[in-house]
């Protein structure tokens, strides 16, 4: 039940903007002070009503949803949870989800405690809208697959690569209803 900049800015970690209510566990059921890569464990986070996008792993798919659909990336995120497990102190998840107005955005993955990602991201536009939500979602679900990215890197440095590429005319073609 923390504030997330709060929280950061004790954990040395300063960023621009970063809002939000973080609560969860975390469980080391295994550690040894003199090996860094010994820590093994699992936990659990969630996030209400949080702005993260300042997080620079999470701002690759920011900036990439506004390039489609300008300010769809910029908006708060409403619920994000996730499960995670530690092996030889590098942080799985398979399920972190983050929930914004508009979309609903994915992360399976593993950040180990050096920084180093390797994750597979995808955003679902439109997929909570209310009661047609699933359905549109699933009509699109070929434009989904313009949001699916290999991120790999550091956490302050994240390099991504879309899975799917679509060539610019036919991705333009595809977007042009989600313009406003």
Same mark, same amino acid.
């Given at each position: 039940?923390?504030?997330?900049?709060?929280?950061?800015?004790?954990?040395?970690?300063?960023?621009?903007?970063?809002?939000?209510?973080?609560?969860?566990?975390?469980?080391?059921?295994?550690?040894?002070?003199?090996?860094?890569?010994?820590?093994?464990?699992?936990?659990?986070?969630?996030?209400?009503?949080?702005?993260?996008?300042?997080?620079?792993?999470?701002?690759?798919?920011?900036?990439?949803?506004?390039?489609?659909?300008?300010?769809? =990336?910029?908006?708060?995120?409403?619920?994000?949870?996730?499960? %995670?497990? &530690?092996? #030889?102190? !590098?942080?799985?998840?398979?399920? @972190?989800?983050?929930?914004?107005?508009?979309?609903?955005?994915?992360?399976?993955?593993?950040?180990?405690?050096?920084?180093?990602?390797?994750?597979?991201?995808?955003?679902?536009?439109?997929?909570?809208?209310?009661?047609?939500?699933?359905?549109?979602?699933?009509?699109?679900?070929?434009?989904?697959?313009?949001?699916?990215?290999?991120?790999? =890197?550091?956490?302050?440095?994240?390099?991504?690569?879309?899975? %799917?590429? &679509?060539? #610019?005319? !036919?991705?333009?073609?595809?977007? @042009?209803?989600?313009?406003?």
């Amino acid at each position: 039940n923390s504030y997330l900049s709060t929280l950061m800015a004790n954990v040395g970690y300063q960023t621009n903007r970063l809002e939000g209510n973080l609560s969860g566990y975390l469980n080391v059921s295994h550690a040894n002070s003199d090996d860094p890569l010994s820590w093994q464990g699992s936990g659990t986070l969630q996030l209400t009503n949080g702005w993260i996008w300042d997080f620079p792993v999470f701002g690759t798919v920011s900036k990439m949803l506004n390039t489609f659909v300008p300010g769809l =990336g910029n908006n708060r995120a409403k619920k994000a949870s996730a499960e %995670y497990s &530690i092996t #030889n102190s !590098v942080i799985y998840t398979r399920d @972190l989800d983050i929930r914004a107005t508009g979309m609903r955005v994915h992360f399976n993955g593993t950040v180990g405690f050096d920084q180093t990602l390797d994750a597979r991201v995808e955003a679902e536009l439109l997929r909570d809208l209310p009661a047609l939500g699933f359905v549109v979602s699933k009509v699109f679900w070929p434009v989904t697959k313009l949001f699916v990215l290999k991120v790999t =890197g550091t956490w302050n440095q994240p390099q991504t690569e879309p899975l %799917y590429i &679509i060539p #610019n005319l !036919v991705s333009k073609i595809v977007i @042009l209803p989600f313009r406003p």
